[in-house]
């Protein structure tokens, strides 16, 4: 694993202007790896590893830049709980740890370098000589995988019978007569359509050009 230093110079490379936030982000996702017995997550143990992260700021960043976790290779798993906290398992031997930033953590700066006027390089400083246990709550848990959740190619994949539409993974909603839906036509959308859809203004343009 490479140490701190390595580890903000890698993120302001890959993901630009470093925060006191990314440091206690890419701090968890070390103390995570070793915890689930992860020594090498970009390397020989980059198969092994699943990370849940609990909120979508920054910490996804600090964990994939540790990790090398992604949304798109599945390894990255996201739940909107809005708490800056992490679960780290280990799919080979079934090790698991979840951490969760202290509130606590949030006043050392201010408690341990008062004389230190400017804000950021207070917790910074602060953040980076902290013990873990200053600034994370770990708890071994148990989290279990369902096959179609894991990395890799696509299990399954079927039609929604109302809007056509292919659904992977066992996302869709089998009704008892038979029916299979998408969640979307089952809960409803995070969208609604425009009065005239994108579709249309593509076919109007066709028609007019043929």
Known sequence: MESIDEL?????????????????????????????GIEDPRGADRNKLIVWIEIDRWLADAVEVVTGARLSKRTLKFLDYGKLAATFLNVETGEAV????????????????????DKYERQMRAYREAAEEELFSVTDVEVHVREKDLPGHPRSRVICHKCGEGVND?????????????????????????????????????????
Not at 13 to 32: D, E, F, I, N, S
Not at 98 to 115: G, W
């Open 8 to 36: 903000l110079k890698q993120y302001e490379l890959t993901h630009g202007k470093l925060c006191p936030g990314v440091l206690l982000g890419l701090r968890m996702a070390v103390l995570g790896c070793g915890l689930a």
């Open 98 to 117: 979840r951490i969760v930033a202290l509130e606590s953590s949030r006043r050392l700066a201010d408690q341990r370098h008062p004389e230190i006027e």
């Open 170 to 210: 066992g996302r869709e909603i089998s009704l008892p007569d038979g029916i299979t839906l998408c969640r979307p036509c089952v809960y409803g959308t995070y969208y609604q359509p425009r009065q005239k859809s994108v579709n249309s203004k593509w076919h109007e343009q066709a028609a007019l050009s043929a």
